[in-house]
């Protein structure tokens, strides 16, 4: 992803230090932060100063990095690995980045751990991106079609949350076909559901979008099944925090109405997912822990006013309690289909895809 000419990376080493883009200052302010410690990556995890399931998942293995050069043995990382772990609970990729590097990191003489644990890491970032690229060529054989359906228009594709180049290394999940799309020279017009209570989609998916130049429309969240009624929607394209071995898509808050709406109006249901994101212990998504999140993220709105000072403004009644689960699961009968880095599958498919890995 470029920014100002310059290509980033959501996440990178930085001599013994990690490198994240502090995502909790978009859009308005564009910060680099510095990490030593894997307190403070917990801290980032958790604060969701980095956030969205595979970059979750990189954070993990570098946060084992930064714990691993404090100390090396595996009471140390089995500590360190539970306290990145406890962050945050729904998206699947971080219990799955962290027990793939405690296991390689285990498995070599504890004096070369801490120095092999930058290349593990940066393994797991790299193998991200890979997915994301391949993921976004399989989501452009399905855009492809719609654009010579339409050609005097755009497609129009909808979103929800973010699932952007920010939610991972780099390239994004759900955000890569339309990536690959526009880059191609196909019209592609994305609905960007602004993703109440934290706005992701408003503050992060437009932002990315606007940077690489993809028109887009912000809506509110409630506004999809009226635009899908009124045939302007030709797909919709969202992430996954954790899809079970069934297909059902654990995925923001707010997915699952947007699915429903969808297979009401006979518009195809994507959701791209890289395989480290399919949890194949899990039958299906009634299994899922759904991270419930602080009331204040509902009760509270952040903004700039047109001074450009940032402002926190509460927007319910003092009175008033909110609730704030902060992902849904949407059934695998409303999903049409899965765009993975291995090609697209439909969730009857699944079997087939965890045999091939
Ligand atoms: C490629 S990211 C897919 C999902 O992680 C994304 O859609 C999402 O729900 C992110 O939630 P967040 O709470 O912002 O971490």
């Keep these: 992803m470029k920014i ?37 990556m917990c801290h980032a995890i958790r604060s969701m100063q980095v956030r969205g399931a595979p970059l979750i998942g990189a954070a993990a293995a570098y946060g084992m990095v930064l714990g691993c050069q404090q100390q090396a043995d595996e009471q140390t990382l089995q500590n360190v690995a539970a306290q990145l772990l406890a962050t945050r609970p729904t998206a699947v990729n971080l219990a799955w980045a962290l027990q793939r590097m405690l296991q390689q990191l285990l498995a070599l003489p504890l004096e070369q751990r801490a120095q092999v644990a930058w290349a593990l890491a940066l393994a797991i970032a790299d193998e991200d991106v890979a997915q994301n690229q391949a993921i976004g060529q399989h989501g452009l054989a399905l855009i492809q079609p719609l654009a010579t359906a339409h050609p005097q228009r755009a497609v129009n594709i909808l979103t929800h949350c973010n699932a952007g180049w920010l939610a991972t290394v780099d390239g994004g999940t759900a955000l890569a076909p339309i990536y690959a799309a526009h880059d191609a020279g196909l019209s592609v017009h994305v609905w960007v559901d602004e993703t109440r209570p934290r706005n992701q989609g408003a503050s992060l998916t437009a932002w990315e979008l606007a940077q690489h130049g993809v028109p887009h429309t912000v809506i509110s969240d409630n506004a999809g099944g009226h635009l899908m009624q009124h045939g302007q929607v030709d797909m919709v394209i969202v992430g996954a925090d954790r899809v079970t071995r069934n297909g059902d898509v654990c995925n923001k808050i707010g997915t699952y109405l947007k699915a429903l709406a969808a297979h009401d109006q006979h518009i195809p249901f994507y959701t791209a997912v890289p395989t480290p994101t399919i949890d194949w212990q899990l039958a299906e998504g009634a299994g899922i822990a759904i991270e419930m999140r602080d009331a204040d993220e509902v009760a509270y709105m952040q903004g700039q006013d047109d001074q450009g000072q940032l402002q926190r403004l509460r927007v319910i009644p003092h009175e008033s309690p909110a609730l704030n689960p902060a992902f849904d699961v949407t059934p695998a009968r409303l999903v049409s289909g899965l765009i993975t880095e291995r090609g697209i599958v439909t969730p009857q498919q699944l079997p087939t895809l965890e045999a091939s890995l």
Aim: no cysteine; net charge positive.
């Design 4 to 40: 100002n000419h310059q290509h980033y990376r959501s996440i990178w080493r930085d001599a013994q230090s990690v490198r994240i883009i502090d995502q909790t200052r978009l859009p308005f302010a564009f910060a680099v932060e510095r990490l030593h410690t894997h307190e403070q």
